[in-house]
């Protein structure tokens, strides 16, 4: 069965940092592109960035610079490292994985694509 869990989220000022991981308990989890989403209460879930099995990591403009994507397949386990963390960083992040393979992009129209996600955690950065 596959699984996603997330942990690191928490609360830090402005200017901090935070590193979440995801745990993938499926068998596929080397072979597919894999995600970390945000969503606020009452907006659209937002990509934040995408890591495809191979290649570089994929980032979302208001991310760039500050987040970095990785992945250990040997461990199953999606990283995120925030740092320079701003008010507006401020959701609950999922962590999900492609349910086949398609393009590997955070925007919004390649959503569709990931089929397996985690309950998320909350992120919270004050100012």
């Known amino acids: 069965q596959d699984q996603l869990e997330e942990s690191g989220g928490g609360s830090v000022q402005a200017g901090g940092s935070l590193r979440l991981s995801c745990v993938d308990s499926g068998y596929a989890f080397s072979s597919y592109c894999l995600g970390w989403f945000r969503q606020i209460p009452g907006k659209e879930r937002e990509g934040v960035a995408t890591l495809d099995h191979s290649g570089p990591g994929k980032y979302a403009d208001s991310v760039k610079g500050r987040f970095t994507i990785s992945r250990d397949n040997a461990k199953h386990t999606l990283y995120l490292e925030m740092n320079n963390l701003k008010p507006e960083d401020t959701a609950v992040y999922f962590c999900?994985?492609?349910?086949?393979?398609?393009?590997?992009?955070?925007?919004?129209?390649?959503?569709?694509?990931?089929?397996?996600w985690g309950q998320g955690t909350q992120v919270t950065v004050s100012s």
């Open positions: 999900a994985r492609q349910r086949k393979p398609a393009a590997c992009y955070p925007q919004p129209e390649f959503q569709w694509s990931f089929g397996f």
